[in-house]
């Protein structure tokens, strides 16, 4: 004997169904950490960096790189991380798990310079360009960043 299913229990169990599948894939957390450590481009730790994520300051890494952000929704939110002698780094954290684990790598203003002297010397306008753009991002209180500008300023003006 076979029995019918009536619409309303069937379109009961349908929504039940994908109900479930959906609450897979969006989290069931309000709040969670992300952790990350920074490193330069030698693969060495970073300390005393300044970490902000979605507008909220996360404080500073420590002797080893690391940083700890407390209380981050779910989301793609941007993290911008700033450190002495370093390029300025801005980028969005995909935060969709109970704990999130970031690498960032930061590149040194004395790799800037070299890439810069090499741009120059092989003659590549455009990286030279490009690495001008880079420099004129960079906060002009480090008095290393002022020297980097003025390098790429002249060494462009050569390539002229």
Known sequence: ?????????????????????????????????????????????????????????????????????RGVRPGTPVMVVRASGYEPLSREVSVYSRRTLVRIDLVSLAALVDDAIEAARSGHRRRLRALCDRVDAIDNTDPRSVLLRELVASLAEEDR
Not at 4 to 22: E, K, N, Q, V, Y
Not at 25 to 53: H, K, N, S, W
């Open 1 to 69: 004997m076979r029995t019918r299913l009536s619409a309303p229990i069937l379109a009961f169990t349908l929504i039940s169904l994908l109900g479930s599948c959906a609450s897979v894939t969006t989290p069931r957390f309000r709040r969670t950490d992300v952790l990350g450590v920074v490193y330069d481009e030698q693969g060495l730790p970073v300390p005393g960096a300044t970490i902000r994520l979605a507008g909220k300051n996360c404080g500073l890494s420590d002797s080893f790189g690391r940083f700890n952000c």
